[in-house]
């Protein structure tokens, strides 16, 4: 019976010792937890930023195409930065005139202006003007996947490959390609969001203000035949568009024509009409469209035909 009472009186104390370890340990968590909360609720009292309640107000009248034309990362930074009146809501390209009316209104400013950018493409080699050297097989049916094969198909290894991928890439539907195997940006839709200029493996795409109409169609850096047997649009660093335009606006760089938009407000057509492959062109707002008027120049041979009647 001693035995056996004994025994029983040790577990006991056993079990009395183990619970007040849980107990005391379970005390310290609390007491932890307790110091923790109240140095966070401090902490959050002191060290609070004050968000501007228009943020949320203003990121709902956006358009969360979150695209990055204003230049920020997204939509809900665009409004951050209107907030603090860094930008004006016209850097949203997205929105319509009246939800930037609507913006304006809520921050008390002016919506401002800002002079509309498009992509345009820097080549005019299609199907029709752009020799190949081969028929691409692959399974990848992308730009990209065509360009890690020696460049791609084109003999101008600097030429539009034609596959779409910046067509695919544009969540604006802003591009098309042509009949002639081209993108052709739809200048109403552009948003000048950038996605086509990074996913061309080419480079081909720049963002461009609307009213630089002057553009050269070619990136080849080949001259004169050779860069001609390639392709029949070509810039052959003939130099006549460097004669007729005006001073300093253009200058031949590595056998490509380059312009000086610095000088924009002196660049006309007159540039383009001698050029003997039409590489330099004057856009008035969609790339690839019919010229109103040709203009004949020096070196070809137009046909002619009479209207004067044989006697």
């Given at each position: 019976?001693?035995?056996?009472?004994?025994?029983?009186?040790?577990?006991?104390?056993?079990?009395?010792?183990?619970?007040?370890?849980?107990?005391?340990?379970?005390?310290?968590?609390?007491?932890?937890?307790?110091?923790?909360?109240?140095?966070?609720?401090?902490?959050?009292?002191?060290?609070?930023?004050?968000?501007?309640?228009?943020?949320?107000?203003?990121?709902?009248?956006?358009?969360?195409?979150?695209?990055?034309?204003?230049?920020?990362?997204?939509?809900?930074?665009?409004?951050?930065?209107?907030?603090?009146?860094?930008?004006t809501p016209a850097k949203c390209t997205v929105s319509s005139s009246e939800q930037l009316e609507k913006i304006a209104a809520l921050l008390g400013v002016e919506a401002g202006s800002e002079e509309k950018r498009i992509a345009r493409l820097l080549c005019a080699g299609g199907k029709r003007e752009a020799q190949n050297l081969a028929d691409y097989q692959g399974h990848l049916k992308t730009c990209r996947g065509e360009a890690v094969v020696a460049g791609g198909i084109k003999a101008c290894s600097w030429g539009c490959l034609g596959l779409g991928d910046c067509m695919q890439v544009c969540d604006f539907d802003a591009i098309y390609m042509n009949e002639d195997g081209l993108p052709t940006v739809i200048p109403e839709l552009c948003v000048a969001c950038n996605d086509c200029v990074e996913v061309c493996p080419k480079n081909l795409f720049v963002l461009m203000p609307i009213d630089q109409k002057l553009i050269?169609?070619?990136?080849?850096?080949?001259?004169?035949?050779?860069?001609?047997?390639?392709?029949?649009?070509?810039?052959?660093?003939?130099?006549?568009?460097?004669?007729?335009?005006?001073?300093?606006?253009?200058?031949?760089?590595?056998n490509l024509a380059?312009?000086?938009?610095?000088?924009?407000?002196?660049?006309?057509?007159?540039?383009?009409?001698?050029?003997?492959?039409?590489?330099?062109?004057?856009?008035?707002?969609?790339?690839?469209?019919?010229?109103?008027?040709?203009?004949?120049?020096?070196?070809r041979v137009e046909k002619y035909r009479s209207e004067v009647k044989p006697v």
């Open positions: 019976m001693n035995k056996d009472w004994k025994n029983g009186s040790g577990v006991l104390n056993l079990l009395t010792e183990k619970m007040n370890e849980i107990v005391v340990a379970a005390i310290i968590l609390v007491g932890l937890g307790l110091i923790f909360a109240t140095i966070l609720a401090v902490a959050y009292r002191k060290l609070k930023v004050y968000e501007d309640p228009r943020i949320d107000q203003i990121e709902e009248l956006l358009p969360h195409a979150n695209c990055g034309a204003c230049g920020q990362p997204g939509c809900r930074a665009f409004a951050e930065k209107l907030v603090t009146k860094e930008m050269v169609q070619c990136r080849s850096l080949l001259e004169g035949d050779l860069a001609e047997s390639k392709c029949s649009v070509a810039c052959t660093a003939c130099g006549r568009c460097v004669v007729d335009g005006a001073p300093g606006l253009i200058e031949m760089k590595e380059v312009i000086n938009y610095e000088l924009n407000e002196v660049a006309s057509p007159a540039a383009t009409r001698r050029c003997p492959t039409n590489a330099i062109t004057w856009v008035e707002w969609q790339q690839f469209q019919p010229p109103g008027k040709i203009h004949s120049p020096i070196g």
